[in-house]
């Protein structure tokens, strides 16, 4: 019985992602969101936290946060003038550190993983560019995060239970 439980799970597990995300990356950039891969890096944290529909808002509230990390890290590089090394490490090491201390004083509205998370993102994304190139990347690195926990996340999650729920008739 544990055996075709599990091919049960994998089965409505794979339809479910060969189905939703596909709709999400055909719909994006009909939306204006140039990046929306980002949806499935955040997703994965979402499941890899245990698809927990009570932290999905904290989740998205650490990615959002991480996205805001992101502009002000390229801000404050752009802003010193040291050796790229020292900015780079000087901004990593008080951002990193506030990060944590700001996520982990305040679990309740912020996942700190998902913050780190989001901030790796958004400079991997908008790391590159200057400060005045961003325009609408930060929201539509935000967007596709939102995206992510919440319809790629908690929708195949609850699209897995929907078709369980029917097989198991």
């Not at 998205?60 to 002000?72: E, I, S």
Request: proline share 5%; net charge positive.
């Amino acid at each position: 019985m544990e055996k075709k439980q599990k091919k049960i799970n994998m089965l409505t597990l794979a339809l479910g992602i060969a189905f939703m995300p596909p709709i999400w990356a055909v719909a994006a950039p009909y939306l204006g969101v140039d990046v929306g891969a980002v949806a499935l890096i955040c997703a994965g944290l979402y499941v890899a936290n245990g698809n927990k529909r009570k932290d999905a808002l904290k989740i998205t509230a650490g990615f959002l946060a991480g996205d805001v990390w992101a502009v002000t890290a390229i801000w404050v590089m752009e802003v010193l003038a040291l050796h790229p090394n020292l900015e780079l490490y000087f901004t990593l090491f008080l951002l990193g550190g506030a990060a944590v201390l700001i996520g982990e004083t305040f679990p309740a509205v912020f996942y700190t993983p998902a913050w780190l998370c989001g901030w790796a993102i958004g400079l991997t994304v908008m790391g590159p560019m200057k400060l005045s190139e961003l325009r609408t990347l930060p929201i539509q690195i935000g967007i596709a995060m939102a995206a992510g926990v919440f319809y790629v996340g908690v929708g195949v999650d609850a699209f897995q239970k929907f078709l369980i729920r029917k097989i198991k008739r």
